[in-house]
């Protein structure tokens, strides 16, 4: 039986990107294999900080489809982690779902999708990380990814900044990519709501003359931070 490692499953709003404010399923898949140093998700993967025991769960494929099926919103954000970490079961959970379910994948972008996830996904978010992350950038950035995501046309590009260092390695990476600017969108780096208030002005600020799109952090708005809302 083809199981996930599974961290939560919860229904709330999309906190991020370009759909923003709308009502989902949330499957948060456990494992990354980036350890960003401001991660807000760092118990999907960090087990020196948090038990792997009390942390994740192994699910069954046909559990997990029928929840994503039974789900009001009929539509999903497998998040994590890094959900491509356990791509072909992935891949044999979609199978399970109704193509009426729009499903959204957010990714780090450093995991090649296969076709049948290409095909089957309606919205890729993808956020590649910058040097703030603290990772090198030989692990966190594969640009050959990166360019099949964006030649989907279904791939929106978020990249978390806060000082004009990060401007300035987005705006290049931008470039690098050749990522259309309609689907760029540039999201503050925070990890509470005092935070997003005092980071959000200069972000948006940044946005506007770049001409690519603001993404606010509703969940810290609205939560500030906690788990499974």
Known sequence: MTELKVSEIFRSLQGEGPSAGTPCL????ALCNLHCGWCDTKYT???RSFRYEDEVSSESIERVAELIRSAPEQRVVVTGGEPLLQQAALIETLALVPESVFVEVET???R???GALLARVDQWNVSPKLSNSGDPERLRLKPDVLKVLCT???AFLKLVVETERDFLEADELIDRLGWPKSRVL?????RSRAELERRSPR?????????????????LTLFDGRRGV
């Open 186 to 190: 540039l999201m503050p780096e925070a």
């Open 45 to 47: 993967w960090d087990f």
């Open 203 to 219: 972000v948006a600020s940044a946005c506007a003359g770049r001409g690519v799109r603001f993404s606010t952090r509703l969940q």
């Open 108 to 110: 780090n972008g450093t």
């Open 26 to 29: 949330f499957v948060r898949l």
């Open 112 to 114: 090649m999708p296969e």
């Open 152 to 154: 989907s046309e279904r």
